[in-house]
């Protein structure tokens, strides 16, 4: 079983910063995807940034300039530095994982979330 925990969600002004990470930990061979995502209240859940195993990173378009996506392999840790953030960044944040668990066997797993307020 893979467990995800997350942190440093909270509140903060407009402009200001927050720095989320997610961390991952049991029966885990390798890490190949890990992303963060989003959701607000009647809205869909969205992709906002995601690292591959190589290192390479994908952006949505409403965070690029403002959020970065870093990861550390030696601790199983995904980071979202999120900065310049506004009122519409205002949502849950999810971190997910694809793992192989054994051999062959790929699972996902999401984290429990973690909510980030930005007030005006």
């Known amino acids: 079983q893979v467990q995800l925990v997350e942190s440093g969600g909270g509140l903060v002004q407009a402009g200001g910063s927050l720095r989320l990470s997610c961390t991952a930990s049991g029966s885990i061979f390798s890490i190949t995807f890990i992303g963060w995502y989003r959701q607000s209240p009647g809205a869909q859940r969205e992709l906002v940034a995601d690292?591959?195993?190589?290192?390479?990173?994908n952006y949505a378009d409403s965070v690029k300039g403002r959020f970065t996506i870093s990861r550390d392999n030696a601790k199983n840790t995904v980071y979202l530095q999120m900065n310049s953030l506004k009122p519409e960044d205002t949502a849950v944040y999810y971190c997910?994982?694809?793992?192989?668990?054994?051999?062959?066997?790929?699972?996902?797993?999401w984290g429990q979330g973690t909510q980030v307020t930005v007030s005006s």
């Open positions: 997910k994982v694809v793992a192989v668990v054994q051999l062959g066997v790929v699972r996902q797993y």
């Open positions: 690292i591959l195993t190589g290192g390479s990173t």
